[in-house]
């Protein structure tokens, strides 16, 4: 059985926010007062499981783990590890900022962890010290250096460029992707939460920043380009990737296979409107796993065909905190 929407996109991927809460404090990503939502209001390991478990008796196969910051949570090995034994799930992952993942690197590649995203917007700690708001550039790189020496293959850097903060680094995490042999994936900055550093007249196109990369090295496309929105490069004459993420300025709409779940327990199904569903209240209030996976079904349907066009994106009111970026 396979999860199809009115647009005969194949929803077979899910990515599910673990926790609202974070161990940074990025100017770009926290909203206002940051209040953190109760702890019963997050849905549970065992409701989480649930809806996994049903989702992948939809025809779901990849699942990836966000938040927040998921290496908060307790536990989270345990999560992975049970999602991983899922029948059906075939790929699962982890996208996290890097400042635990030392301590927790041996426990979350027994829990079955192969492969992993990193987010990281600049190599200098003065600067990562002022957009997270927290001294932690060490661990991550610490972090980073361990998952390589351990194997996970591939690791993925997540960039956010931001424009008069990091656009002058975009060369130097080419090097970067050469030297570790890793994917930088320069991800668009999105108009979410409250940000009065997004300007939509001032924001770095991948078109931008792949043009400053060509100046100086050759791209080819990728033989390893993966399944994703990302459009992803091989570098001529060196190991490492490059990949785009343009959800700001092109439609990767019609390529989109996914739904999230927000770590208050609401499905949504596009990132780009704030619309979202209960999936919570209805797990709890005693539901069949038939009656959910009903629910599924119909929240599937109603996923838009598209985003804005880029001019008239509003800000959505979420921040990726809260809906699992
Ligand atoms: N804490 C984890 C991490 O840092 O990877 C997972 C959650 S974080 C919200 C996921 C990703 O969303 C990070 O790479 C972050 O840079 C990105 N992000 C947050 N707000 C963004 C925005 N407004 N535009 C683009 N990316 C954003």
């Not at 997050?42 to 779901?60: D, P």
């Not at 970067?176 to 196109?205: C, N, Q, V, Y």
Request: charged share 30%; hydrophobic share 40%.
């Amino acid at each position: 059985m396979k999860l199809i929407d009115d647009y005969n996109r194949v929803i077979d991927y899910v990515r599910i926010s673990v926790t609202d809460r974070c161990n940074l404090r990025c100017r770009y990503c926290v909203d206002g007062d940051f209040p953190f939502i109760p702890h019963t209001e997050v849905l549970s390991y065992e409701e989480i499981i649930r809806f996994v478990r049903i989702c992948a008796s939809l025809g779901v196969r990849k699942v990836r783990l966000t938040g927040g910051e998921p290496l908060t949570r307790k536990d989270l090995p345990h999560l992975l590890k049970e999602i991983g034994a899922i029948e059906g799930i075939t790929d699962i992952s982890l996208t996290t900022n890097g400042v635990l993942l030392a301590d927790h690197l041996e426990e979350l590649k027994e829990a079955g962890l192969k492969r992993i995203n990193i987010s990281l917007d600049t190599l200098r700690k003065d600067r990562f010290a002022w957009i997270t708001c927290i001294d932690a550039f060490d661990r991550v790189i610490d972090g980073i250096k361990k998952a390589t020496y351990a194997g996970l293959n591939p690791i993925k850097i997540n960039t956010v460029i931001i424009k008069d903060f990091n656009d002058d680094e975009i060369l130097d995490f080419v090097r970067i992707a050469r030297k570790w042999d890793h994917e930088i994936r320069f991800i668009e900055f999105m108009p979410f939460g409250d940000m009065s550093l997004w300007k939509s007249t001032e924001i770095i196109t991948s078109r931008e920043i792949e043009e400053i990369i060509r100046r100086e090295f050759e791209l080819l496309p990728s033989l390893r380009p993966g399944k994703g929105p990302a459009k992803v490069f091989d570098i001529v004459g060196g190991s490492g990737r490059i990949g785009f993420i343009s959800p700001v300025s092109s439609h990767i709409c019609a390529e989109c296979n996914r739904i999230r779940l927000t770590s208050r327990g609401m499905i949504r199904p596009c990132l780009f409107s704030d619309v979202e569903y209960d999936v919570k209240a209805l797990m709890r209030s005693g539901k069949s796993d038939e009656e959910v996976k009903e629910f599924i079904r119909g929240v599937v349907k109603v996923k838009p065909e598209r985003k804005l066009e880029m001019g008239a994106i509003r800000k959505c009111q979420r921040s990726l905190r809260n809906i699992g970026g």
